[in-house]
């Protein structure tokens, strides 16, 4: 079974960088059958993808946070995270860690992390 | 970039049937999944692909498409299906997109 863990701070400061680690067991994230996403969701809100990162490090970013957001693999420690520059109270939210399949005419989100909630203030 | 509409609310008397529906133009050519959300916990994964349901999904939950309208079905709602529901595809640009999401009330 699958499991994904999200880890980092709690708390950044307007202006700053928002990282997030994500620590999968359970599987190699170097399988090649997957790629691994960020995905976030303010208080009382909807889900928004931000992005994407293959075990090679290819990486595919929502174009509406694309300038700020950085998406690195580390395969030696089965882990994939994220950065995302210059926050601001907007990027208040819940943000999810995920297994993603992809295909030509079909893909989904198939095992998810429980969420961490990274608050934007000063 | 697509958009997905999903409506803001739908209820659902328990044991009856419902529909939830998602509508975007991705879903032409790619078809949607489907999440489960309840309150403070991470989304889980209902419905993919055509009409597949991942191990430990109950055999209530179905999907289906036609055009640009892709269909969540609850037969026999029970009362922990209570939830909010998103559907999910990709864009010609391949980028990923959620709808805003559906409040289920199982009444």
């Known amino acids: 079974q699958v499991q994904l863990q999200e880890s980092g701070p709690g708390l950044v400061k307007p202006s700053q960088t928002l990282s997030l680690t994500c620590t999968v067991s359970?599987?190699?994230?170097?399988?090649?059958?997957?790629?691994w996403s960020w995905i976030r969701q303010p208080p009382g809100k909807g889900l928004e993808w931000i992005g994407y990162?293959?075990?090679?490090?290819?990486?595919y970013y929502n174009p509406s946070l694309k300038s700020r957001v950085t998406i690195s693999v580390d395969t030696s420690k089965n882990q994939f995270s994220l950065k995302l520059s210059s926050v601001t109270a907007a990027d208040t939210a819940v943000y999810y860690c995920?297994?993603?399949?992809?295909?030509?005419?079909?893909?989904?989100?198939?095992?998810w992390g429980q969420g961490t909630l990274v608050t934007v203030s000063s | 970039s697509s958009e997905l509409t999903q409506d803001p609310a739908v209820s659902v008397a328990l044991g009856q049937t419902v529909r939830i529906t998602c509508q975007g133009d991705?879903?032409?050519?790619?078809?949607a999944s489907w999440y489960q959300q309840k309150p403070g916990q991470a989304p889980v994964l209902v419905i993919y692909?055509?009409?597949n349901r991942p191990s430990g999904i109950p055999d209530r939950f179905s999907g289906s498409s036609s055009g640009n309208t892709a269909s969540l079905t609850i037969t026999g709602a029970q009362a922990e299906d209570e939830a909010d529901y998103y559907c999910?595809?990709?864009?010609?640009?391949?980028?990923?997109?959620f709808g805003g999401g559906t409040k289920l009330t199982v009444l």
């Open positions: 995920a297994r993603v399949y992809v295909a030509a005419t079909r893909g989904y989100f198939d095992y």
């Open positions: 359970g599987g190699s994230i170097s399988s090649g059958d997957y790629y």
């Open positions: 990162i293959y075990y090679s490090g290819s990486t």
């Open positions: 991705s879903l032409r050519s790619y078809y």
């Open positions: 692909g055509k009409n």
């Open positions: 999910n595809s990709r864009d010609s640009s391949g980028n990923w997109v």
